[in-house]
């Protein structure tokens, strides 16, 4: 293999010197994860309740595990998820503050 940088690697890795991403990275880090906790919940949230309600739908359909997969399972998983994303990104924005 060669030892030459590809032309891929060598735009990349200009784009990260010019960036200088060791010295935006902590207000980067912040300003994301109070994006994600303010706007990025309400869209992510909306997703996983469109989810939920196809999954549900579905389950009306459905019989044995399939039922309880599409009826039980996923939506409670989702939620769950939801939840322990709300409580990471709450923490987070919390700690940047």
């Known amino acids: 293999m060669s030892e030459e940088k590809s032309k891929w690697v060598q735009v990349r890795d200009s784009l990260v010197e010019a960036m200088q ?53 996923l939506p409670v998983a989702l939620n769950v998820g939801m939840y322990i994303l709300k409580v990471v990104l709450g923490k987070a924005a919390a700690s940047a503050k």
Not at 31 to 60: H, L, N, P, S
Request: one cysteine or more; hydrophobic letters at 35%.
């Open 21 to 73: 991403v060791e010295e935006v990275g902590k207000e980067l880090k912040d300003r994301f994860v109070g994006w994600a906790e303010t706007e990025g919940i309400g869209f992510i949230q909306t997703f996983v309740d469109g989810v939920i309600d196809e999954c549900r739908k579905d389950a009306e359909k459905e019989s044995g595990w399939c039922k309880i997969r599409d009826g039980v399972i």
